[in-house]
């Protein structure tokens, strides 16, 4: 309609000829390039037609064909340009999309399959992503944790510590240029708290506001929980070396009392060889040469050769003027004796003469060139195997250090594969740990055994990447670290062992936890105080290792029986006995049990009297009331009780008769209904007035 009709002309004044644009521009932006080429050359083409029949708008605003020529090429150039440049921009804008969208597949991919906690929060520390780690890390949804604060969510208030992680986070929103890396306690959902170390980048916008933080966290709960372990063993050997210090400071006095007395032989010479004065502490100094000796000269009291020998020496340092050094030896009875002479000059005529004997060093000195003989044969023989084996496990190189413990005589050792040269079923778990080192370019330690005839050897192997195709294996005997670990092992038990026979179970387990103080209260506890009446007059009669024996026998009679009764012996001081009931873990049936052991008491006292006719009797006082009961101290620790109804027990022991056993009204209310009593009636009892009191007489029949 535009190129082929006959225009008039004054409708020609009109840009008809840009009708078609839009035709033109929807097939660049739909179709591309290659619609934009169709689109110009359908337009140009009819353009042409309509101009060659006479019609379209540049015949009618020209004068002439040339004119109407050169309008019709100008428009053909304007639409094919305009179009190809709208296709061209479009085209690359469809690229940069695609690639847009590509590059945000491969990111979300990255994040939610990294194993690693990533999340985002905004300024007001809200989150706005958590992706799929975290979510299995902290056991939120996305639907559960986005929007929420991280305070109180995945990061407590405050930590184990009291650190405040409020106050933490809001200082990280305000500054997070300086928080770049930080660690912190966080809170799982089920209330788990765990370690983790944060890589914090802040995000801006466009026009460089700030919009919140990007957060990847990586799990460090192992490694703290590591630390912490570490602080406290820190914490027990500063204990055990301030102990040992205290050891030394002992030894140390004493050794300057031994360094005191070992003084050395002093000899004023002059240059002939004459002793002029001897001044020496030892008293092993050989008479030849002892203070009898002033004024003799050296031939007087040695051998011709020994004497001028010394005579060079000492004129040899009055010339020069310098202290000389030498070692010499003297033979004093078939015995011979080594000194180390130091001669200075303190005038041109005399010397002074230090002697030191120094015959056990010389002694120590030849076992010790024989020992070190001996120690270069055997490091010769214990060094490490040094193998390097390619990836295979078919071409193996062997350094032979040690082949009476690594692989047995029959082995060929130039060429062997691993299952040949390391015995038994670890060839293959050798070969994963060769494939490991060489597919991660790292080097790797770990422990193997192998048995060796009827022996077993424990090695540390360190595995490093040699070329693409080889590793080098190191191997070294830690035979007797294993052994020393498993004496470790052992000694740990004796040493609990040890705490279980000074402190009951459950406080020796809470003293390894916590070393401070404990104090606990009982409501009902019955207390024992038991003394041996007569023990002090026979122990004038007895050996002292007899009357230990005798002491010893009757204690454990009685621990025997604490035992069988589930009490707790508190502890002895000399002839006196203390236990308790119903601590520290509490029994129902605590004045029972006390009340069968005082009764077993008096009976093992009147069997100890018949069988040895020792005038030897127990006085027992028993109380039942609330106590307090725990372990103070850092040294000697040991389970005590305190309060009042400790006191009474003790005054019922004190006030009581020999062979009887005193209880208070108390324990009496408990036990009246299944033993026998006597009422002593009211009695003075130092500290609290008047009390009745009552003697256990035995138990009541059925």
Known sequence: MVFAARTEAQISR?????????????????FGQRGAVLSSFVVSSIAIWGASQGGGPFIAKTDNISQAILFLQAFMGVITITSLLLAATVSERAASENLLR??????RELVENANSIILKIDCDGNLTFFNEFAQKFFGFTEEEILGKNLVGTIIPQTDTTGKDLAAMMSS??????QYTRNENENIRRNGERVWVAWANKPLFDLAGNFIGILAIGTDITSRKQAELSLQKLNEELELRVEERT???AATEAELRTLFAAMTDMIFVLDCQGNCLKVVSTNPNIPKQIGPKQVCKSLHAVLPKAEADTFIKNIQRVLDTQETANFEYSLLFKDRLVWFSANISPISQERVIWVARDISDRKILEDKLQQSYAELNALLASMTDIILVVDSKAKDLKVAPT??????????????????QFLIGDNAEVFLEQIQQVLHTKQTINFEYNLPVGDSEYWFLATIAPVSEDSVMWVARDISDRKQAESALRLEKEKSEELLLNILPEPIANRLKEDQSAIAESFNEVTILFADLVGFTSLSTKLQPIELVNLLNQIFSSFDQIIEELGLEKIKTIGDAYMVAGGLPIPKIDHAEAIAELALSMLDIMQQLQIDRGYQLQIRIGINTGIVVAGVIGKKRFIYDLWGDAVNVASRMESHGQPGCIQVTSATYERLRNKYLFENRGKIQVKGKGEMTTYFLKGRKSA
């Open 402 to 419: 040690n082949p009476g413990r690594l692989y047995p005589p029959d082995v060929d050792i130039i060429s062997p594969t691993v299952e």
């Open 102 to 107: 590509q590059s945000e597949i491969k990111y």
């Open 246 to 248: 205290a050891t030394l």
């Open 172 to 177: 990280i929103l305000q500054h997070p240029e």
């Open 14 to 30: 009109y840009p008809l000829e840009y009708l078609p644009f839009p035709f033109i521009i929807w097939a660049a932006i739909q």
